[in-house]
């Protein structure tokens, strides 16, 4: 990485504003308005950045509000947040990104999304359906996703989320990330063992995204 490749970090957040000490997508100040008066406009006529690390922030009290019901404040919590909710949030962020053509204006964006791709892998073929509706958006949905997207795991359990991503996802544009420091580094290391154990990848695939893919996205050695 060089002095002219920053890394743009973006907080995927419904509300107003935000305290955050990063570069914030809010529906104030997103890059699907006019990119003269957004925060990712002016930077990205002032930096050539290497890529936007788009990763989920927590919900505004009127979003969160909709997740409380008959049941502790904690599983509600969880339904907003980590468990579910600003996953999805995440996706629909992107869904507003390319209904509002930033693909076109950025041809060169390069999105960084955590969590296995917040849900879009699972729902890749349904949003390819539905989005070539939605009038004359050029490139695809479809070519977006396989040329300015790259994921990382993040380890949420088991394999099943892998097994899903690698039917509709280049292995090349996927790396391991632990989530660190919501789980120990030592989950990682479990985590690897059993995808080597599941046979999901032959160890040469195993080491692309362990870290080969990580040093050609970073260009790094």
Known sequence: MSRRDPILFGVASMSSASKAPWWTITREDDITRDPSTTTFGRLSRSLMFLFTYLHPTMPPSTMADWYQGS??????????????????????????????????????????????????????????WFSANWGPINPSFQQVYAENFWFTTNLLKGVAPLACMLQNTKLDRI???IDYPFLRMQDGVEWIEQVRASGLLKEQELEMILYRNGESFLNIK
């Open 175 to 177: 790396m391991v990330g």
């Open 71 to 128: 049941y502790s404040s904690q599983p509600s919590m969880a339904m907003s947040h980590f468990a579910f909710g600003w996953h999805f949030d995440t996706a629909i962020h992107v869904l507003r990104l390319y209904a509002a053509g930033a693909f076109a204006r950025f041809p060169n964006l390069k999105i960084l999304l955590g969590h296995f791709g917040e849900s879009l892998p699972f729902f890749l073929e349904r949003v390819q």
